[in-house]
């Protein structure tokens, strides 16, 4: 059984940071394309940076503001966050495929006040 279980928002100010956590249980971690989504209220949901077992990609909107990472040894992704805006309030989501199969996890808030 597959599942993802996001930590690590919150409220936080402009300019701020947060460091978002995603564990995964029920797949081969180190062999999997992990990813962090967004959904702010009222928009659709949008991609924001995934990191396979070679390579890490950022959204042009978060590249210079976000990093992503994985500790395999922990079965964990990590998202970090800096010089945080209120555009980026939203709540973040994980997320997985396993053989075309895509699984989410239950979301995390963050909120940019400014």
């Known amino acids: 059984q597959v599942q993802l279980v996001e930590s690590g928002g919150g409220l936080v100010q402009a300019g701020g940071s947060l460091r978002l956590s995603c564990q995964a249980s029920g797949i081969r971690f180190s062999l999997n394309t992990m990813g962090w989504y967004r959904q702010a209220p009222g928009k659709q949901r949008e991609w924001v940076a995934r990191i396979s077992s070679a390579r890490s990609t950022i959204a042009t909107s978060v590249k210079d503001r976000f990093t992503i990472s994985r500790d395999n040894a922990k079965n964990t992704v990590f998202l970090q966050m800096n010089s945080l805006k209120p555009e980026d309030t939203a709540v973040y989501y994980c997320?997985?495929?396993?053989?075309?199969?895509?699984?989410w996890g239950q979301g995390t808030q963050v909120t940019v006040s400014s």
């Open positions: 997320n997985t495929d396993v053989y075309g199969f895509g699984y």
